[in-house]
């Protein structure tokens, strides 16, 4: 008798221009380190998520996927149903593939949340999220389960939203967490960084940046300047992953 073909368990990322990939490396070497010859992880970077129905028809052994910039939100449409909490969140990172089709998740909120709760001090009540796409979506959810209050601050006026423009020494006093949501900075314009008045930033604030390209962003570097609390996204990365990889592996 033959061998019996060893199945093979396709996984990857969907986005756009993602060749600077955290998730490819990571979920590579994770596969690596477990002897799982038969996993595999790969870009599927998409021009327009239109293209995500073609992709799911051409590679019909996908057994998960992630979702980052700019599809977080868009690919929603496109998905069977979605877990409760993606649902209340509005934005997808993770897809898990069962029987009756693709299913939505968000292990961003997870690794938001893990990451960011043990450098919370007593000031840190009010935050200032920097951006309004998917990312910020988990991460107003995180900052509403901690009862903290927060602002989401866009470049357009929008109710219930500061603008840049609105952000003076008032707002930094009373505003003492800053979470950069943009990809304002990331390599390789490592040079660009929110239009904040960084002069009112201070010990007592507490900078969090969602880039992990590179680790110290100019966004960090003001509030490293300033003796603020900083921290990249790598380890929010890491846990987002180890979430995922739970789910994937979930029947």
């Given amino acids: 008798m033959g061998k019996t073909e060893k199945r093979h368990y396709r996984f990857g990322l969907v986005g756009r221009n993602i060749s600077y990939s955290f998730s490819q490396t990571y979920f590579s070497n994770k596969f690596s380190e477990l002897g799982l010859d038969n996993h595999s992880y790969e870009n599927f970077d998409l021009p327009s998520i239109t293209g995500f129905i073609d992709l799911l028809k051409a590679h019909q052994d996908l057994k998960g996927l992630n979702v980052t910039i700019p599809y977080k939100e868009a690919v929603i449409p496109y998905l069977q149903s979605l877990d409760p909490k993606a649902r209340e969140i509005g934005a997808v990172n993770t897809i898990r593939f069962r029987l009756e089709g693709p299913v939505g998740h968000n292990t961003d909120a997870y690794g938001f949340r893990m990451a960011i709760q043990p450098l919370l001090q007593k000031q840190h009540t009010k935050v200032l999220i920097l951006g309004t796409g998917g990312a910020s979506k988990a991460v107003a959810y995180v900052l509403g389960q901690l009862g903290l209050h927060y602002t989401m601050v866009s470049r357009t006026k929008r109710p219930q939203h500061l603008t840049y423009d609105d952000l003076d020494m008032e707002v930094f006093r009373e505003y003492q967490v800053l979470v950069n949501c943009t ?34 962003t100019a966004f960090l570097q003001e509030g490293k300047k300033r003796g603020a609390t900083i921290s990249n996204g790598l380890r929010m990365l890491q846990l987002q992953a180890e979430k995922a990889w739970e789910l994937w592996n979930t029947e």
């Avoid at 390599?187 to 960084?198: N, R, S």
């Fill in 183 to 216: 990809p304002l900075g990331t390599y390789p314009t490592i040079d660009q960084k929110p239009g904040l008045p960084y002069h009112f930033i201070t010990e007592s604030h507490l900078m969090f940046d969602l880039i992990y390209n590179p680790p110290l």
